[in-house]
């Protein structure tokens, strides 16, 4: 793999970091959070992020839940597959229902019924990609909603507020991401406007025990920058680290490029996030370069559209190769969808575009990606990362199996 060296044996790690001081919240639970590396081997590690609301086991991927729902899914079907935390949107939350009301309400924990870990993005990067009539300034980003066309205005402050409101465990800091390819300049300007941004978050932030704060490295494909954005982030201090401002566009090999130096360059002690993030092979690269902690939309939006990944690739369950295959979707799948129906009935309830289509396809591909995640925690714990890594890629590349 580019760029990767692997260890016969894992290096154990004994890393314990108290992100926040012990106290007793209201129910008598104590509400410390923390960090501990249990193996590394080469630069992928494995460890365990312990909040109030539970651990997040690393490498983590958090399924999006855009607006309070993972879309064609029940909370408890989502837990169901693996996953620990989900992801929630600042953006779309703020305008609909709003924060304000999620608060009344309970929280977004009670609102939507998920009562794990939640991390929330800050809203930057929507708001550039789509939101209108955007206004950029060194205060924050006035816009118009893509829903009403109502006028708002999110800052750190404002997106620090909401996301309080919301009740996130893990807590984004507001930033700026410039789609690439970008010049150099624009790039530079937006990296020190996101690291001015991440010092006003963290004071927005406050003292918040049981709750996290995640900084955020830009800099684009350029190293200088990315070490320049991760001594600024260092120097206010945070509670996890993400690297931001990638998978918008640049390819999986610039991608990868970056990775190469850019998760290094930020605290070993702490967790490592790469947001929106991303394909199979993209998760597995990353892994690989010491990432911790990933988010995308694929495996659900990829389900609702017929695409269905396995451990053979991915395949498109409205060819009609599928419509007279008694087989699942993948044999070696323990999923209810796999457990349970054939490919010839997912391929007839998506031509008849039934709900149930959407529903279990995207089961089985969340299930996917968490058990793609639990191998590479079992993998680095045993010093068998390289080798796992080689076997994903050669399945991978023969293909799904052959038609009946």
């Not at 490029?257 to 070993?268: K, S, W």
């Not at 996030?273 to 993209?282: C, E, I, N, S, T």
Request: hydrophobic content about 35%; charged content about 25%.
């Amino acid at each position: 793999m580019h760029g990767l060296q692997a260890k016969a044996e894992p290096a154990r790690v004994k890393s314990a970091l108290s992100t926040n001081a012990v106290k007793p919240g209201k129910s008598g639970r104590m509400t410390q959070t923390s960090f501990t590396l249990h193996a590394s081997d080469g630069r992928a590690r494995t460890g365990v992020i312990s909040t109030p609301r539970g651990d997040i086991r690393t490498p983590a991927f958090m399924p999006v839940g855009t607006a309070a729902t993972v879309k064609a899914m029940l909370p408890e079907s989502v837990r169901e597959t693996g996953a620990d935390i989900l992801l929630g949107n600042t953006y779309h939350l703020m305008l609909r229902p709003t924060a304000e009301r999620i608060d009344r309400l309970g929280g977004l924990h009670v609102f939507m019924n998920w009562q794990r870990p939640i991390l929330t993005d800050s809203g930057g990067f929507q708001v550039m990609s789509l939101a209108s009539l955007r206004k950029l300034t060194e205060q924050g980003v006035s816009f118009k909603s893509h829903i009403d066309g109502s006028k708002h205005m999110l800052s750190p402050e404002r997106s620090m507020e909401i996301q309080r409101l919301l009740g996130s465990d893990i807590v984004m800091c507001f930033d700026e991401c410039p789609a690439l390819p970008a010049d150099r300049d624009r790039i530079a300007e937006s990296m020190e406007l996101s690291m001015r941004w991440a010092a006003r978050s963290k004071a927005a932030f406050g003292d918040r025990p049981g709750h996290m704060l995640f900084g955020i490295q830009q800099g684009g494909l350029e190293q200088d920058l990315r070490q320049h954005s991760a001594e600024a982030l260092r120097e206010i201090g945070f509670d996890g680290y993400a690297i931001g401002g990638l998978a918008v566009g640049e390819g999986q090999e610039a991608m990868f490029g970056c990775l190469d130096f850019a998760p290094g360059q930020l605290p070993e002690d702490r967790p490592r996030y790469l947001m929106g993030v991303g394909k199979p092979d993209d998760i597995v690269g990353a892994v690989a370069r010491g990432v911790d902690m990933m988010d995308c939309v694929l495996p659900s939006r990829s389900g609702r559209t017929g695409q269905v990944f396995t451990r053979l690739g991915q395949l498109n369950i409205k060819n009609a190769r599928h419509q007279d295959d008694p087989r699942p979707l993948d044999e070696s799948c323990g999923c209810p969808t796999c457990r349970n129906y054939s490919r010839a009935y997912l391929h007839h309830v998506f031509r008849s575009q039934e709900i149930i289509s959407s529903m279990l396809l995207t089961w089985h591909n969340l299930h996917y990606y968490q058990e793609l995640m639990d191998g590479m925690r079992t993998a680095i714990a045993k010093g068998g990362f390289a080798q796992w890594a080689s076997e994903f890629h050669a399945q991978r590349a023969q293909g799904d199996i052959d038609p009946l």
